[in-house]
């Protein structure tokens, strides 16, 4: 079975203060790994598909990057707009989701 | 606004009643999927539609819990005497199915359902 795991599981930055957090998984065939952010009482918003390891994608603030056994999420210089909990999923036909990374930038 | 919406986003009933929500995918997206999300977990998955065809239930999904997707538009899942652990955000997410090389098979959430059972 597909699994995940999430850390920090909160994470509170001053504004400007980079940080990266982790998603660590296991799966018997890695056909994607996903970033989606979520904010508080809504549905996850798509952010990221990575497929190799090796593979970086950015957008805005946030870089992903991609081992074989685990990705990172890197935000940098973040304001108080990026403050969200961070999911990590990997994709067999469904998705198997991390409990997340609640960030919170303080300005 | 041509997103996932779902419908209601909130609902609160008493234990022992039925409920049950609907979910419009974005428009010829073939894939459609339920997951259930817990304060404080990430979603888990419940169910998914390839077209009007059920594919696949998770063991969550117990005989109270029924899912329908009829001409493979819109899907409805309903829960039938509800319980207090049945309370959590109940989420749906279309995908266009189609997968292989670099192609992805993103699924795009909707608002969520947040259902509380007193």
């Known amino acids: 079975e597909d699994q995940v795991t999430q850390s920090p599981e909160a994470l509170r930055l001053q504004e400007g203060e980079s940080s990266s957090l982790n998603c660590s998984y296991t799966?018997?065939?890695?056909?994607?790994l996903f970033w989606y952010r979520q904010d508080p009482g809504k549905g996850p918003e798509f952010l990221f598909t990575?497929?190799?390891a090796g593979e970086e994608k950015e957008k805005e603030r946030l870089k992903a990057t991609l081992t074989k056994k685990e990705s990172f999420l890197h935000i940098t210089a973040p304001k108080p707009e990026d403050s969200a909990t961070y999911l990590c999923?990997?994709?067999?036909?469904?998705?198997?989701f991390g409990a997340g990374t609640t960030v919170t930038v303080r300005a | 606004d041509t997103g996932v919406s779902q419908d209601p986003r909130h609902k609160i009933t008493k234990r022992g009643q039925n409920v049950t929500f609907r979910c419009d995918p974005i428009?010829?997206?073939?894939?459609l999927y339920w997951y259930r999300q817990t304060l404080g977990q990430g979603p888990e998955f419940l169910t998914y539609?390839?077209?009007?065809?059920?594919?696949?239930k998770s063991r969550l999904l117990s005989d109270r819990f029924s899912a329908e997707r009829p001409k493979g538009s819109f899907s409805t899942l309903e829960i039938q005497r509800t319980e207090q652990g049945d309370s959590a955000m109940y989420l749906c997410?279309?995908?266009?199915?189609?997968?292989?090389?670099?192609?992805?098979?993103?699924?795009?959430f909707g608002p969520g359902t947040r259902l509380t059972v007193l």
């Open positions: 999923a990997v994709q067999d036909y469904k998705l198997s």
């Open positions: 428009s010829e997206h073939n894939r």
């Open positions: 990575l497929y190799s």
């Open positions: 997410a279309s995908s266009s199915g189609m997968t292989g090389g670099s192609s992805t098979d993103t699924q795009y």
């Open positions: 799966v018997s065939g890695l056909r994607g």
């Open positions: 539609f390839q077209n009007e065809a059920q594919l696949e």
